[in-house]
């Protein structure tokens, strides 16, 4: 299921009115949104599905891209999980694209947050590189390290740096995007965070 602008679900017109979006962790992940369902004020999900990867879940009804309405019993616990989530970013990404660089080739730079960087100084914060269609990632030298058979990404003083590729395409005809590797790479570090027993 390809990603979809949650600002741009609005199915069913007939019942449904989008207020704003509270929460969304983009290509591959899920949002949260205010809106009314027959103009009751209501909480909504969704997956929003990725360009690169199948999605979770079914977004869609009849073709149209639709919201989840959260049971009443549910909101008020389901608020404070997106607001905690708010309040507990982990990194940032930014992939350019140097002068030096060939067609096709990226740079990757994350930074953790200074809430995050402190909460990890005496722990070394390792996630999985993102694996998508057409792309490839590679750390630089040093920030790298095996776990469990498999090499992953490793921040050193809360930074990791690395290199995307387009994999067997030319870049102009790559379908997945870099907003979508940028994307994969918050959705990896996020987990591998949470896992680790970061809360924000």
Request: contains cysteine; glycine residues 8%; aromatic residues 10%.
């Amino acid at each position: 299921m390809a990603y979809i602008n949650p600002e741009d679900v609005v199915a069913p017109k007939s019942s449904w009115k989008l207020k704003k979006v509270i929460h969304n962790t983009k290509q591959g992940g899920w949002s949260a949104a205010e809106g009314s369902w027959d103009e009751r004020e209501v909480l909504a999900l969704r997956w929003n599905g990725s360009d690169s990867e199948t999605g979770v879940g079914n977004p869609q009804s009849r073709g149209h891209a639709t919201w989840f309405v959260v049971p009443d019993e549910l909101e008020s616990g389901l608020r404070k999980v997106i607001e905690q989530l708010a309040d507990s970013q982990i990194a940032d990404c930014v992939i350019s694209k140097p002068d030096d660089y060939d067609v096709g080739a990226w740079r990757a730079e994350i930074t953790l947050t200074t809430i995050a960087k402190e909460h990890f100084k005496n722990w070394q914060l390792t996630f999985i590189l993102p694996s998508l269609a057409y792309r490839i990632c590679y750390s630089d030298k040093g920030y790298a390290k095996a776990v469990e058979g498999e090499l992953r990404g490793a921040f050193v003083d809360g930074k990791w740096e690395g290199d995307v590729y387009s994999n067997g395409i030319p870049e102009c005809d790559n379908p997945t995007s870099i907003d979508a590797v940028k994307d994969a790479f918050v959705q990896n570090i996020n987990r591998a965070a949470q896992l680790a027993g970061f809360k924000g």
